[in-house]
């Protein structure tokens, strides 16, 4: 006999007629502006702001703890010519972190690795081994996680020990204890209130692009959109604002690789969506870093080379 494991508990019924007004005059039948009210947006601004997310109302990136103190050090590093390593992580939202991470400091004139591990060999996060052959054989001396790090002391310690600066940017589950790294970037840290906890590794390592490049640099914005899709976080505050915005850019995206895996996949352009991402690019992403190595997502999603894209 099956038993229930769950007491659900339902939400109490929202009824606002002035809200339920405004919402008719935006065109939403009566059960969905219900639903939106069930689910905390209640007042005219925040149905605005849901209906029409705005580049504007992004949250300011020095709001992130230890933004300033990152910022400072990769500047300091690209100024001196160090060497850079971007160590990122075998999914989408992983890939799209660091592809990010990638052409923000190449675009400010940095030496730059990047590397994904491989989940077979490497495991999840920061590797001893990795950090140590990176640092060993190629004068790597500032190491930047994007969608891992948080929960890597072994690595990190092993890093500050060689004398080689680590600054973390995740978005995973805060451990109690936070490794010892130079600058930890996290929505979720707990000494700092950022207004909005649910940003995927892509978006964590966008906010650390904005800084860096002091805008908002729209055309990462198609990475970031497939990334936060890929992820499942959210999709409300600013990963609505940004997966809105990104789906535009990915319409019109001028990466070859995306372009060929959509002609690949029969998909139309114009026709791209927040399924074409999350039923057909992402999986396809995600099956690099599940079958063996993900470093070519990095080259297809930033590289030029035409012949090369359709190979990977």
Not at 149 to 170: F, K, P
């Amino acid at each position: 006999m099956i038993t229930s494991k769950y007491e659900w508990q339902f939400a109490a019924p929202f009824s606002d007629d002035t809200f339920l007004a405004q919402a008719k005059k935006r065109g939403l039948e009566a059960s969905a502006a219900k639903l939106l009210g069930e689910r905390g947006i209640q007042t005219e601004e925040a149905l605005d702001r849901f209906l029409e997310p705005r580049l504007e109302d992004l949250h300011d990136p020095y709001l992130l703890h230890d933004m300033d103190k990152a910022v400072e050090r990769i500047r300091r590093a690209i100024e001196d010519y160090e060497q850079i390593l971007i160590y990122g992580d075998y999914d989408a939202d992983g890939m799209t972190a660091a592809s990010i991470m990638k052409e923000t400091l190449e675009q400010m004139g940095a030496e730059v690795a990047v590397y994904l591990p491989n989940r077979f060999t490497d495991g999840y996060g920061p590797n001893a081994s990795v950090y140590k052959y990176f640092i060993e054989q190629q004068g790597i001396s500032l190491i930047i996680t994007v969608d891992n790090g948080v929960a890597g002391h072994e690595a990190i310690e092993l890093a500050q020990s060689m004398g080689v600066d680590v600054i973390v940017t995740d978005h995973h589950a805060m451990p109690e204890v936070l490794p010892d790294a130079y600058a930890i970037i996290h929505p979720e840290h707990p000494d700092a209130d950022y207004p909005f906890k649910h940003l995927a590794g892509c978006g964590v390592a966008f906010k650390l692009a904005c800084a860096l490049l002091e805008e908002v640099p729209l055309d990462f914005l198609d990475l970031v959109a497939i990334g936060t899709i890929a992820d499942m976080v959210s999709l409300t505050d600013e990963n609505r604002i940004l997966v809105k915005y990104g789906l535009g850019v990915l319409r019109q995206t001028q990466r070859i690789g995306l372009q060929e895996m959509l002609k690949l996949a029969s998909i139309a352009p114009q026709d791209v969506n927040e399924e074409t991402v999350g039923f057909q690019i992402a999986p396809r992403l995600n099956a690099l870093g599940r079958l063996d190595d993900p470093n070519p997502a990095v080259e297809l999603l930033t590289g030029f080379d035409d012949e090369e894209a359709l190979e990977i």
